[in-house]
Nanobody, 114 residues
Framework: VQLQASGGGLVQAGGSLRLTCAVSGVSGINIMAWYRQAPGKLRELVASIARTGATNYGEFVKGRFACSRDNAENTMYLQMSSLKPEDTAVYYC??????????WGQGTQVTVSS
């Protein structure tokens, strides 16, 4: 099983980035999610999306991010807009199949300059 996160980079405050998480080696993914971890802080939920398309966001998102997925391609996206310096973190994707085992990707760095 492999989760490949991509799309991170350096962007100025107010800019946008689109993250992609491609899952291979497993099917029947129920929940997919994005987490982030900044230096010295705990990992926190950014967004999650169920197979049905139902989404859930961290309170800090406040309408700036949109999470989507392509079930046929086992791929999840995170469109981030109005980025702030405090959004700087390593962003990880997570996949939870129907039987409950959880898989994590390796993370992609997002850096927002002021």
């Amino acid at each position: 099983v492999q989760l490949q996160a991509s799309g991170g980079g350096l962007v100025q405050a107010g800019g946008s980035l689109r993250l992609t998480c491609a899952v291979s080696g497993v099917s029947g993914i129920n929940i997919m999610a994005w987490y982030r971890q900044a230096p010295g802080k705990l990992r926190e939920l950014v967004a999650s999306i169920a197979r049905t398309g139902a989404t859930n966001y961290g309170e800090f998102v406040k309408g700036r991010f949109a999470c989507s997925r392509d079930n046929a391609e086992n791929t999840m996206y995170l469109q981030m807009s109005s980025l702030k310096p405090e959004d700087t973190a390593v962003y990880y994707c997570r996949a939870i199949p129907d039987w409950g085992t959880t898989y994590w990707g390796q993370g992609t760095q997002v850096t927002v300059s002021s």
